[in-house]
C-alpha cells in the first residue's frame, strides 16, 4: 500500500526520508506554512500524513483533509493545531518530546551567559577595531529562576548546578524528588519574578501561559535582572517587555522566539541595545534535528500501518 506524505519543513534527514519511502510513503515536500487556510485545505485533499511545519492546523483544514491520519509535529510545541478537532476527524497529533532539550537547554546557557559577560557586543566591537573590556557577572552569583520545570527546564537547571547557580523554580507540576536531587526551590510565580536575576521561561503555549508573564509580572522583576525566552513568543506579553527595556526597568533581556517570523523591520526585540536576539535557533543542532525527525517519522509510519503513535498528545476513538 503506498501513501502520500507532506513534508512541511525544510530539514528532513535522509534516515527519517528513507524510513518513509520504505514504507510505502511518496513523499511531496511543501512549504505549508506560505500557504492560505483555503491552499491547505486544497492542498491535503488525499494526503495520508503531514509532517508538520508552521503551519496552522484548524477545524476547516481536518474537514477537507478526507484521507489525513496523523500530524506530526517536530518539537514540543503544537500551540498551531486544534487537536481536539484532529480527535474529531480520527487524526492523530504527535510530538517529539526529549528530542530538543538538550539543544534548547545549550542555547539558553549560552544566552544566559552572553548577557552577563556582554560577549555580542564586544566581539562587534572588535571588528570595529574598539577593544573595550567590559566587565560581566559570574554565573555562580546569580539567582536563576526557571519557569516551567518540563525536560527542557530540567535540563537547563541540570547545566546552571554545574555554575554553582543558585536555582529557583515555578512549575503548577512540582517533582519533589527532581528539586531534592539538583537543590531546586519551588516558589510562586511572583516571588520567582521578585528573587530572579535571571528568569528564563521554558513553558509551553496552552490557556494557562498565554500572557503569563504580564506588565504586572515584569514589575516585579529586579533592576539588574535578565529575561531569558526561549519557549514561545505569546508566554510574555511583548509590548510590556519593550518597555520595560526601554525604560530600563531590567537589565536586558535574550528572545529568541517571535511573534512575526522572519521579524519585520525595526521590531524593538531586535534592535534595541539591551537585547540579544536569535532567529529561533535555540532547537537546531544535527543531533536534535536528526532525533526530532526519526522520531516524526517512526509515528507517522506506525499510524500509517494501523496502529498507535508512540508520542501522541491527542486521543483518537477507535473507528
Known amino acids: 500500500m503506498s501513501f502520500t506524505v507532506v513534508n512541511a519543513i525544510p530539514f528532513l534527514t535522509a534516515e527519517a526520508k528513507a524510513l518513509l519511502e520504505q514504507s510505502g510513503c511518496h513523499i511531496k515536500q511543501l512549504d505549508l506554512a506560505k500557504f492560505t487556510e483555503d491552499e491547505i485545505c486544497e492542498t491535503l485533499r488525499g494526503v495520508n500524513a503531514t509532517i508538520a511545519g508552521g503551519e496552522h492546523y484548524t477545524e476547516n483544514v481536518f474537514r477537507a483533509a478526507d484521507r ?8 514540543v510545541g503544537y500551540d498551531h493545531v486544534d487537536t481536539l478537532a484532529a480527535a474529531d476527524h480520527g487524526v492523530w497529533v504527535t ?16 544566552l544566559i551567559l552572553s548577557l552577563l559577560r556582554h560577549v555580542p557586543g564586544m566581539a562587534q566591537e572588535m571588528k570595529g577595531d574598539t577593544w573595550n573590556q567590559l566587565t560581566g557577572l559570574e554565573l555562580a552569583s546569580m539567582t536563576l529562576g526557571v519557569v516551567g520545570t518540563g525536560s527542557i527546564g530540567r535540563e ?4 546552571a548546578a554545574a555554575f554553582g547557580t543558585k536555582v529557583i523554580a515555578y512549575d503548577l507540576q512540582q517533582d519533589a524528588d527532581f528539586a531534592e536531587q539538583w537543590h531546586v526551590q519551588y516558589l510562586p510565580l511572583d516571588e520567582l519574578m521578585a528573587q530572579s536575576n535571571i528568569v528564563s521561561l521554558h513553558v509551553p503555549a496552552n490557556e494557562e501561559t498565554i500572557g503569563l508573564i504580564d506588565e504586572r509580572r515584569i514589575k516585579l522583576m529586579k533592576r539588574e535582572a535578565y529575561l531569558v525566552n526561549t519557549s514561545r ?6 509590548d510590556a517587555l519593550v518597555q520595560a527595556l526601554e525604560a530600563n526597568a531590567i537589565k536586558g533581556a535574550a528572545i529568541d522566539v517571535h511573534d512575526t517570523v522572519p521579524c519585520p523591520p525595526g521590531d524593538p526585540l531586535v534592535h534595541l541595545d539591551n537585547v540579544i536576539a536569535t532567529p529561533w535557533a535555540a532547537y537546531k543542532t544535527q543531533e536534535a534535528i536528526a532525533n ?5 517519522a517512526r509515528d507517522v509510519v506506525a499510524v500509517l500501518q494501523g496502529g498507535k503513535p508512540r508520542f501522541p498528545v491527542n486521543k483518537v476513538p477507535p473507528v
Open 95 to 110: 510530538t517529539t518530546p526529549g528530542a530538543t532539550s538538550a539543544a534548547v537547554a545549550d542555547f539558553t546557557l549560552a
Open 233 to 238: 513568543p505569546n508566554v510574555l506579553v511583548k
Open 292 to 296: 526530532m525527525c526519526i522520531t516524526a
Open 156 to 159: 537547563v537547571i541540570k547545566r
Open 68 to 75: 489525513l491520519k496523523v500530524v506530526a509535529r517536530t518539537g
